[in-house]
Structure formats: structure tokens, C-alpha cells
């Protein structure tokens, strides 16, 4: 990219170098992330939630190879504006309209993030999607992030979640209260027809001569326990579930989750990590950093991000102070995740950082140290225990490192 | 050669939204012309994220509110990947096209 880059090739050599895709996840938004760091060329694309899984195929390809298997698979066109790689998709309107509006998956996120129990109002609005537009929100970045897997509930509870919907205020009230009893007469038409649908799926054999019969029972506990009940005379069904990204959907059992993940290492000593150094070698550590008191792990590239200047604040600060003591050098290692040893040498190389990197490059120690794409510090005590963690660039680029070797 | 990050973000949205029927914002001309806000080089890396989301992380590094000028145009998810380029569009509002679809203030 401008700037960075001590001998620039030209676009139309670049072009013709073969270059090899490996995104964390087949997906739209993450194979357009792998062009831009392989081609190192900048990148506008309008993006959908979708999988282009059909490109790993391909393998080792050239950029136009590339763009010209995406736009024959997915009909994206391509082209070169000011220097941008520009992909703008031929099927806009339809993908936009196949897509979960955005602003309903933003409002559910901050919902999440506020409070991990899963709000029936708003799984009733997610399902009225194609279960389709619903699985294909496990390519959101944000929502996998948050909550990886909540997508699914509103595929799985789909018919208590429709039926819900058709409630009124008052009835959805009762379900948050004491729980709402419903006899069939009782119901709606809309309500009828949709528990009809729901029926057809869970018990098909149920006679419709019996549904004058019939009764149903909704509840949602402050919890985030749901209960659906149906019974039609000697017929009866329950669905027992919980509507919370912190426990087990079927015992209620609270889980760490990934955002949390770092809590679990709070005040327990390091776990064995096996890296690679610059040039390549095996590196363990802790046991191969005897004074280390900093674990930074940060990719290279790092997203989502949105930084002034080159986006790598925190490491020039980070650099400049080992740079003027050079003793603190054995008391910190950067680990950069997804990145190989000569990925790293490149990267250190280019930029100019006096920062001792290592190489994790299949992710697998990020995996067990953070859990999380955002750059995250581990400070441990001389006993190799953590006692302080600091997650997001924001906090880490305006943080004092030089408190931190105190 | 400049490239300007915005400006292509803008051109590929008044792109996808058109020109002659969308609602897109055009209030700020030169106002902004020369502002030392709008020309701080800027590092981004989103793929998947929709311009309602991205757009205040942008006005948060530059210290200028630029948000959607639409509910059309916010909901537009995008990938962008720039690196320590200019973020001068304001002062060349028209270069790509003449839709533009934020505002700033």
C-alpha cells in the first residue's frame, strides 16, 4: 500500500503474481479482506453475508484469475479506480433485499451486548426471515464476534418465535409475567393458521379433529428460560430452552464465552505456547522468556480497524520505548496471529519495528490466550500468572507501556 | 498518485443507489475545503460492516461527524481496506461523482 512498501511493484506486475488465499472463514467478507492483504492493494467492495467457499478451489491464483472466478460464481465486477480495487456486485438490489437488514442485526447486537439474554420481541422480528437470510448470518463479522451461534435461535425456534410475534401487547406481557395460556378458540386466525404450520411440523399425526381441543402455554422467565407447551387431548409437546449466549441452550448451565475468554486466564499462570520465531524456529514459551512480563498478541493485520496514520499507533510507541531501553526487550513478545515466521520478518522489516515478534500462524495460541481478533496485552508477575489484561486497540494504543514492566 | 478513501466509498455507493432517485445528501461543500481534519492519513480495515457502523468509527479518528444520508445508503454493508491514505474528500466533494451519500458536520 502507499507508503509502505520499499519497492513497490506496479499493479500490472502485482497482478500477474500468484497469490494464495487463507481466510479464517469462507465467506464473503473475509475472502474480500484476503485480496486486500495478499494483492496489499487497497480495496472498496459492497459486501453481502454469504459463502464464497467455491474459491478455495481455485488455490494459488493470480488477482485477475481470482476476480475473474468470483464475478463468473457470484457476479461481482471489477475494476481499478485511483488505485482501488473496486467490486461492486451485478445482483445489488436482490442481495440487499436476501440479506437480514442490517439495522436489525445492529440493534440486536447492542442488545446482546447490553444484556446476553435474548429478547423474544426481537427474535420474533429475526424470524421472520427465510431461514436462509438467518443461517447466512453466520458470516456477520460483529454477530460471530459477540455471540457466535445465536443466529441459530431463531431458526430453531422459528414456530414459537412466528407464533409470538402474533401476540399482543398484553399476551407478550403475561409471557414475561406468569406465563400465557392459550385455548384454540381463543386464538387468532392468523394464530390458527400459524399453529397449524407449527403442528404440521412437530406432530404431523395429530388428528385435526381435535384441535377445538387444544391448548397451548407460553412463558419466558427473567432468566431467559423459554417454555412452549402444546397439548391436543392425549397428545402433548414441550420445548424447553434458554434464550441466553451465556448458558447451554438445553441445561441453562452458564458458559464462558468467547468475549469473556480472557477471565478465565485472570490470576492463573500462563498456559505452554509453542510459536515460531521470525526465521522460523520453534519458540515455548513461557519457558523460553524467563522475564517476560507483556504478551501482546495483535496481528499484523488487524480488523476490524478504522486508526489514524498507518493503523499501527500502539506499536510505534511500543517500538520507540524498547528502542530507548532495550532491556525491557526480554520482558515483552508480540505474537501475531495468522501471520507465518517470513510474514513476520517482512512485516518487522517494512515497518521499521524494534519489537521482538513471533509467529503464530494457524491462530491456535490466539485461540487459547484471547479467543478474540482484537488486539489484547496479558501482563503476568514474576510467578507467570496474569494479573492484568487489556483488551481493544483503543485501550492498547493509548495505553503507557512503560507502566506495564513495573 | 492521491487516492481518497472516501471518495471511492461514496462513488461505489451513489454507484450501487444511483443518482437521479436517491435521497443522498449534498449540504456540505466548502466548508470543509482545507480543513487539516479531513486530510490526516486514515487506516482502514472492515469487510462486512454496514456504513451506519463504519462511518462514526471514521468521525471518531478525524474529529468530523459524518453519518448516512439515507437509511438506504446506512444500510449498506461494505468492505474497505486503505492504509494511511487521505481523507481529504470533502474537499473534492464532485470528483467521482455527483451523488454523494454522507453527510459532515
Redesign the interface.
Known sequence: MPGSDPAPETVSNRSETPIELRPRVWSMAEVLSEIARRTRKPLVSDCYLMSWHRVRALGPATLPQIQSRIDRLWGVEWDLQDGYILGRSRTYFARQAWDVPERLVTAWLDEIRNDPRLRLDTLARLAEWPESALTALEFHPELQETAPDANGFPVYYNGPLRFYGLLSPAQRKRVHSEGLQLAYPELSSPMQRHFHRWLLEQAPHVPEAGLAEASLRIAYSSEGHFQCHWKIGNTSSASDSWLDIRRDWLTGELQVREVDFPQRLAGKPLPAMTLRSPAGEPVLLPRDARALRVLLIRSPWLMPSVARGTGDEDLQKLSALLTARPELAERIRLICPDTTPAEVKAWIAERKLALPCLADPDGSVRDVVSGLREPRAIVVDEEKKVVRIISGYDQIRSVDWSTLFQ | ?????P???V??CA??LGTSSTPVAAEVDGAFRGDSRLT???????????L???LP??S???GVTLRPGS?AV????????????PADFLSEPNS?NPARPCHAG
Open positions: 498518485m492521491v487516492c481518497r478513501l471518495v471511492i466509498l462513488s461505489l454507484c450501487l490526516q492519513p486514515l487506516t482502514v480495515r472492515v469487510s462486512g460492516m454496514s451506519d457502523r463504519l468509527r471514521i471518531k479518528e478525524l437509511t446506512g444500510d449498506i454493508r461494505v468492505a474497505v481496506f486503505a492504509e494511511g491514505l467521482a
